[in-house]
């Protein structure tokens, strides 16, 4: 798993923001 992915896994949903979840989803996007 990329830094990423364990970003999203290894904490709880609460923990992001509207936004931080737009840019984790472009992140995610490029990674694949």
Do not use: K, N, W
């Amino acid at each position: 798993m990329g830094s990423v992915e364990l970003a999203l896994f290894g904490h709880p949903p609460q923990v992001f923001s509207e936004g931080e979840y737009e840019i984790l989803g472009v992140l995610l996007a490029r990674q694949t």
